[in-house]
Every structure is written in structure tokens, then in C-alpha cells.
């Protein structure tokens, strides 16, 4: 498999299905239950090495968030590089509708065990409640990649992930710099038990505390909940006690910049106070470009995707695999939101991997 390239433009048809996959993955990721191939009868999968229909699957955190036309199709390129490639894959996606439903969770993936799919490719809502049905996994002979975020298991095959904790660390020297090293700051975290975002909150307060001394933090365990909704009212209940204190704001993941940036405008504060988010949206990149956002950490959730599903590939191949996977981070402000590397990242060609029925 080859990794995505600006250059490629093709977007191949699968006819028929090597490989069945089960995943699951964040809501940015990917939205309602959906197949990234359609069976018929002129498509018929082939056969393992081991003589049966090798399938896996992906269970996403959610089934429903903003990135269903876009954080799904971000994490397309496998379906391109495995068609070329000659070994077309199935990967049928499952999650819970809230991005805090660890029990849903985990009965999909005890699911996907009991039918016996040939591998897991898993995001994990909780980096420890996940660990018994991964384990279980294994037990059974069935593989998992994780993506995302980490789980406290050493039952997996490869974890493939942003550096958190480097993101986080981009967002503290961001907000440290705009406010000259001196002001009051409150971090709005998102939610306990997500390892990804604990990570990237470790990391901002790392630096803020080590770099920039003289900028104190006056709210950093208020947590944003799971949606942008939840974030939005966490938002304000900091804001109605520090809104005319602080200078600088740091948030850790989309829902909570979301939140955080809707209530800022509610109260006239938007472009006021120092902002610094998560994740790319199209309503965080237009606050930029409106100077209400002073900069967003992005992942690179295309290539996440793609090293995720092809590591599974390489490895039900019998191919070595790498046990720890970092598919970089950035820092988006408004002065290289127009480059050429940034809109790979924050607008990715999607149309160029999608397939062709």
C-alpha cells in the first residue's frame, strides 16, 4: 500500500471484497453505520490464506458527529491504495451515538468477536473500560489496531496516533506568545478517560507552567462533556466566573473549541480574549479567518485512517508492523491557513478516494 499522495487521482472501483474489517472509530472520523463496500452478486470475496473470509471491523467512538461528508471520508485512502493494491478490503463501521458511551462500546466490539471477524481496528472512548473486550479479542485469535487514542492494554497489535502531549504543548507555547508570557489562562478539558485529550491537557499545562511562568491558570478541571452542546454549557459557567479575568483560553478537541467559541460570541468576548483549540471544523476555520480563533492544534485524521486499516492489512499479511505510529501535528493559525500543507490537512481531498459503484 502506498501512502496518500497529492499527485494520485484516481479513484478505483473494488469489485470484490479480500478482507472484511471491523472498526471503530471517533465521531470525527466517521458518522452512521456504513460499509465501505457494497456487496452484489458480481462481487464476491475471495479467501484468506487460511481458506475463510477474512474479516475485520471498525468501531468508531460514535455514530454521529459533523465529519459523516468528511472526517469518514478522511480516512478513505485505504480503500484507494488497498483496490490498486489488489487486495480490496471490507470494512464495516459501527459506534455508539454518544461519544460517552463506553457500554455500547464495548458491546460492539464483544459483538465483532463473537462473529468472527479477522481483525479490529478500534478508537477507544475510555483507555481502560476497552481493555477487557480487547483482550478478549486477542484471546480469540482476533487482532486490534488502535487509533486515536490509547488504550492501557499491551494486547494490541500497533497503536497508530497524533503525539498528544506534542499537541498540547503546541497549543501552551501559541497562547503563552500572544499573551507575552504574563496573564490568566483556564483550560476547559473535555472528558475523563479519554486518554487522547488527558495527553494534550498534560502537555499544554506542562509547558504553561514550565515556559511561561508568569501566566497563571485559573480554572484547568472543568470538564466540556461530549458534545459541543455540553462543551457550550461548560463554557458558560466558566466564562460567568472568570469571563472578565481572564486573557487566554486553551481547549483540547472540537466539540469543547466549539462550545468555548459559541459562547464567547454569545457574551461579545469572540476575538477578545486569546484563543487557542483543537481540531479542524469548517466553523473553527471561518473563526479564524473572522480573528475570533488565535489558532487550532490539527491532526492529520487522513493519514490516521490510512496507517490504521493498512497496518491491520500488513499485519493479517504476516508482515511486521510498528508498535507505536505518530502521524504528526500542526498548528494552524491565520497566517499559513492558506498554505498549501494546511489545506491538505484541514481540507483534504476526499472526492479523489472515493470509489466509484
Partial sequence: MRSPSSRDRRAPRISNSRWWWGCTVPRRFTCSCWRMYEENSACRPDRGRSGRDLRVRRVRRTAAGRLAAAGDDRRDPQRHDAATEGAPVNIIWKGPLREDDREQQIQVVEGFISQGVQGIVLAPLDSRALVRPVEEARRAGVPTVIIDSRLESDSIVSFVATDNRKGGQLGAGRLGELLGGKGKVLLLRYGEGSASTTEREAGFLEVLRSRYPGIEIVSADQYAGP????????????LNRYGGLVQGIFTPNESSTIGMLLALQDIGLAG???????????????AIRAQQLDG??????????YLGVKTMADQLRGKPVERLIDTGVALVTAANLDSAATQELVNPPIARYLIEQ
Fill in 227 to 238: 458534545t459541543r452542546e455540553t462543551a457550550k454549557r461548560a463554557s458558560e459557567n466558566l
Fill in 272 to 286: 477578545k480574549v486569546r484563543f487557542v483549540g483543537f481540531d479542524a471544523s469548517s466553523i473553527l476555520i471561518a
Fill in 296 to 305: 487550532l492544534v490539527v491532526q492529520n485524521p487522513m493519514r490516521m485512517g
